[in-house]
C-alpha cells in the first residue's frame, strides 16, 4: 500500500494539489475516485457514490437500490479485490475517520489532505507538510489573476502578497476581489485590508463561493481546535496577539487555571 497524507493550514493548497496529481497522473490510474472526507457519513456516501459509479449493466439496479452502508461495503470490496487505482480523502477531519477503511485499501493508492498533523504515522502513512507560497510565487499567483501589473504596481503586489502572509486561499480570495468589484483597484484593496482586515478577510468577491474565504475558513478551524481542546484554543488567541514575535513560555504558564503541562 502506498499512502500519503499532505498537511497543512486551511486555505494553503492542500485540495489543490491533490487535484493536480489527480489530474496530471491519471493516465496512470485505472481509477480515480474523490471522497470529501470531512465526517464519517461523507466518507461513507462517497464509497457508495463509487459502487453505483462501478455498476453497470446487471448490476447498476442492485447498486441503486442498496443502501448506502451496502454500497460503500461494495466499493471497498471492489478496491480490495483490483490493483491500479487512487483514492483522494479530501480534508479527512480526524484520523480515526479514515483508519477503518485503510486496511482494506492495500491493492492501489491513497491520497489523503488534512490539517490534522499528528497520528498518520503510525498507520504507515507518509506524511508531507504543505508550506505556504515562496514569495516571489505569491506575487506571480497575484498578476496572474488580477492581470499584468504595471512597473507602479510591482511593489503593491509584493505588499499584498506580505499582507496576506503568501496564503493560496487569501490571495485568490484578494484577487478575484479585485478584478470582480467595480472601482476596486489593487492599491485601494491594500489600503483596506491594513485598516479593516477583519472586514476585507470576510469580503466573499462577487459571484464566489463564500465558504471559501479567508475568515470563514479560519473560524472553522478555530471551532474545532475550541472543541478539541479549549486550552489550546485560549493558547492561540494570547499567541495571536504576539505573533510573529518570539515569547518567553512564561507567559504561557500564568494562563488562568492551566496547568504546565497542558500549556506543554
Ligand atoms: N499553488 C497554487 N497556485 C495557485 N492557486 C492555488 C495554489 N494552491 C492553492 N491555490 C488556490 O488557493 C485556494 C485554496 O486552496 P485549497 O487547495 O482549497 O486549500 P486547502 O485544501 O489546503 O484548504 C484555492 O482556490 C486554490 O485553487
Ligand atoms: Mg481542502
Not at 479514515?98 to 486496511?103: F, G, I, K, M, N
Not at 505569491?138 to 496576506?164: K, M, R, T, V, Y
Request: aromatic share 6%; glycine share 4%; net charge negative.
Amino acid at each position: 500500500m502506498i499512502s500519503q497524507a499532505v498537511l497543512g493550514l486551511g486555505g494553503v493548497g492542500k485540495s489543490e494539489l491533490a487535484l493536480q496529481y489527480a489530474h496530471r497522473h491519471r493516465a496512470e490510474y485505472r481509477l480515480v475516485w474523490w471522497i470529501d472526507a470531512d465526517d464519517p457519513e461523507q466518507i461513507r456516501s462517497g464509497l457508495a457514490a463509487l459502487a453505483r459509479a462501478l455498476a453497470c449493466g446487471i448490476d447498476s439496479v442492485a447498486a441503486e437500490q442498496a443502501t448506502a452502508q451496502e454500497a460503500a461495503a461494495w466499493a471497498l470490496s471492489w478496491l480490495a479485490t483490483h490493483p491500479g487505482w487512487l483514492v483522494i480523502f479530501d480534508n479527512v477531519e480526524e484520523v480515526s475517520y479514515v483508519e477503518p477503511y485503510l486496511a482494506r485499501l492495500a491493492h492501489g493508492r491513497v491520497l489523503i489532505t488534512t490539517r490534522r498533523d499528528i497520528g498518520w504515522h503510525h498507520l504507515n502513512i507518509t506524511s508531507i507538510r504543505l508550506e505556504l507560497l515562496t514569495r516571489p510565487a505569491a506575487i506571480a499567483l497575484l498578476a496572474d489573476l488580477i492581470g499584468p501589473p504595471d512597473s507602479a504596481d510591482i511593489h503593491a503586489l509584493e505588499d499584498l502578497a506580505e499582507q496576506l502572509g503568501d496564503l493560496p486561499l487569501a490571495l485568490t480570495q484578494a484577487s478575484a476581489y479585485i478584478a470582480r468589484t467595480p472601482r476596486m483597484s489593487l492599491t485601494k484593496y491594500l489600503d483596506l485590508v491594513k485598516t479593516i482586515p477583519a472586514r476585507m478577510y470576510a469580503a466573499a468577491p462577487p459571484a464566489s463561493d463564500a465558504e471559501r474565504v479567508v475568515a470563514k475558513v479560519w473560524s472553522l478551524s478555530h471551532a474545532r481546535i475550541q472543541a478539541i481542546n479549549p486550552l489550546a484554543s485560549h493558547v492561540l488567541n494570547v499567541l495571536a496577539c504576539f505573533a510573529p514575535d518570539n515569547l518567553p513560555c512564561a507567559v504561557l504558564t500564568g494562563l488562568h487555571d492551566a496547568d504546565e503541562l497542558q500549556v506543554d
